[in-house]
């Protein structure tokens, strides 16, 4: 990344001062200085990729913003209640996102690369590589906003289209497809091995993520009238992942055992290249890093994010079994209910032996009550040394698409459409449980629904391998940033009601060992004792603290699931399924008028 930031910065000083360089105007030397030589035109192209290096409006998502993303997700219980969610605390004067400039810079880098003193094959990469960028800058805007209007040419402020309204959807998106349809065709670059450049295979990967989010958004949001339309998204999807699955030379990472090879892929400091296709890289000799520790460890800096019992128990056993199907699962303690399970659940929170480094020292480190509400902390994205806890220091880099998300992108489009067989369940869902460890159903499509997953989360499905591919996405894909997205594109918005629950406690005043090292670690009360046990966390889940109400309680007041914040209602509306326009937007353009609701 070191020799693109070079390039950032020369062509960040081109694009706001050229004519103090140059002293001659600025449009003239554009013309001169870019557009007429392909090194002009891979300089101005790399402004593109700013979103990957800091923390700027969105294109593509930034390394802060997606070891954040799912802060706000079904699965996701947090120190506050997200303003979202809370009748009457969010509006359109608190709605953000309406930024526009990113495209003005792609517009007009469309609109200025044709030049007969360069190849047109080089023409066409370059344009290729523009819309693509245009295309996800679009995505996030419908998926965020639904109709936007569409602006395929450069603006100046006396342009008269810069108060016309909102086009539909259905326009928007068919012209995000074509745009990508341009750009896998002709972007010409087909390997990186920095994983930090946009290749025809990452095109064809962001193509299915695309198409899958459409088609089964229009499927299942039938208040759009679009569902004739959601099976040509969807074999959109399935071709466009097949062809990464066929000729993008990717393969799921297996080194390290079912024990590491999964969360290898989140804490390497060099992307892990035959799995990661797109990665925010660091680059420690021009202090680029990312905060992933100071906000998944401080108790104060981020939102204390732990994952949900309900989610939790959607991990399998080792041996393909539901673990919901175990008698007794629901009063399992902490370190019973951990064991035996699919690997990455291991590799995603603290359990078991779970170990930090600390002033040099390996240290058990089981969760800390510090920091998580319901017991489950997550260690996806977080380093295991201590050093890293405090600002912005993490050095691993941040995975923006991997070749796990295509395999589930082509398996959960084929069951959408009835078309997934036994050969492609066995090389996707089945082979990412394989890398989990899971020892059965890999090479077969399941046959009986799991009644856990129809009454805890998709009621109305009564296909049991769409169930199974939906468990697969959450599980594998969880905290990468796009359950929000995932739950609004099926039409389940009321996820986002699920009580934040944890482990169960069997008793009050009873010391836990939460991992078994022989330490007890935490203690839950209603009257803390007078004295305690050095080293053990005591945690009051009484009615009422200082006469307020506790968050933090226990389902049945002296034993069971704790819960968090149950007392503060979230109540999903239909109106959540988007953003509004924010305010200040519609004032300067009364004609782009409000999503419903808002």
């Not at 309900?310 to 399998?316: A, E, P, Q, R, W």
């Not at 509400?373 to 923006?400: A, E, H, Q, V």
């Not at 295509?406 to 067989?421: H, R």
Request: glycine share 6%; hydrophobic share 35%; proline share 5%.
């Amino acid at each position: 990344m070191k020799s693109y930031y070079s390039l950032l910065v020369g062509v960040g000083l081109f694009l706001t001062g050229c004519s103090d360089l140059e002293q001659i105007p600025e449009s003239t030397a554009s013309k001169t200085a870019v557009f007429s030589s392909e090194k002009g035109l891979e300089l101005y192209a790399n402004s593109f990729y700013t979103p990957l290096t800091g923390p700027d409006f969105s294109i593509l998502p930034t390394a802060n913003s997606i070891i954040r993303a799912d802060e706000m997700a079904d699965y996701s219980a947090r120190t506050q209640v997200p303003d979202f969610l809370r009748d009457g605390a969010y509006g359109p004067r608190q709605s953000s996102g309406w930024d526009w400039r990113a495209l003005r810079n792609i517009n007009y880098f469309i609109a200025n690369v044709p030049n007969p003193a360069i190849a047109p094959d080089v023409q066409r990469h370059y344009i290729g590589l523009a819309r693509f960028f245009r295309a996800l800058f679009y995505f996030d805007k419908v998926k965020r906003f639904g109709d936007v209007p569409w602006i395929n040419k450069p603006q100046d402020i006396t342009d008269q289209t810069l108060y016309n309204g909102r086009d539909s959807r259905a326009m928007v998106m068919d012209s995000v497809l074509a745009d990508l349809d341009y750009a896998t065709q002709n972007i010409r670059t087909t390997s990186d091995n920095s994983r930090s450049l946009i290749t025809k295979s990452v095109a064809y990967g962001f193509k299915s993520r695309v198409c899958l989010f459409e088609g089964t958004f229009r499927k299942y949001r039938t208040s759009y009238n679009l569902g004739s339309t959601a099976s040509k998204w969807l074999t959109e999807a399935v071709n466009a992942a097949d062809k990464v699955m066929k000729e993008g030379g990717f393969s799921l990472n297996e080194a390290g055992g079912t024990d590491k090879s999964y969360r290898q892929l989140f804490i390497n400091k060099t992307p892990v290249t035959n799995e990661i296709m797109l990665s925010a890289v660091v680059d420690p000799t021009l202090s680029v890093y990312n905060d992933a520790n100071w906000w998944w460890t401080s108790a104060t800096y981020g939102s204390r994010v732990s994952l949900i019992r309900t989610f939790v128990n959607t991990y399998l056993n080792s041996d393909g079994t539901p673990f919901t199907s175990k008698a007794g699962y629901e009063t399992l303690p902490f370190t019973e209910e951990v064991k035996n399970r699919d690997k990455r659940l291991q590799q995603t929170i603290r359990m078991g032996n779970y170990t930090r480094v600390n002033g040099g020292a390996v240290e058990a480190a089981p969760p800390i009550f510090s920091y998580t509400y319901t017991g489950y902390m997550p260690i996806k994205w977080s380093l295991d040394d201590t050093y890293y806890d405090g600002g912005t220091r993490n050095d691993n880099s941040i995975s923006i698409m991997r070749y796990a998300e295509i395999l589930l992108n082509y398996a959960e489009a084929k069951t959408e459409l009835g078309t997934l067989t036994d050969d492609d369940w066995a090389k996707t869902v089945g082979a990412l449980r394989k890398r989990a460890g899971i020892t059965s159903g890999l090479t077969t499509k399941p046959a009986v629904a799991d009644p856990y997953l129809k009454a805890n989360y998709f009621p109305d499905i009564a296909d049991p391998v769409l169930l199974e591919v939906r468990r697969e996405r959450g599980i594998e894909l969880a905290l990468e940033g796009f359950r929000f997205y995932d739950i609004i594109r099926w039409n389940r918005g009321q996820l986002m009601e699920q009580t934040w629950n944890g482990f169960y406690v069997p008793a009050l005043d009873k010391p836990l060992d939460l991992n078994e090292d022989g330490k007890n670690d935490v203690v839950f009360y209603k009257t803390k004792p007078a004295t305690q046990l050095p080293g053990v966390t005591y945690v009051n889940v009484a009615e009422t603290v200082n006469g307020v109400a506790n968050p933090q309680r226990l389902k049945n007041d002296t034993y069971g699931e704790l819960t968090w914040l149950a007392n503060i209602p979230r109540k999903w509306d239909a109106k959540y399924y988007l953003y509004p326009i924010p305010e200040n937007d519609r004032l300067l353009n009364p004609k782009l008028g409000q999503n419903p609701g808002w």
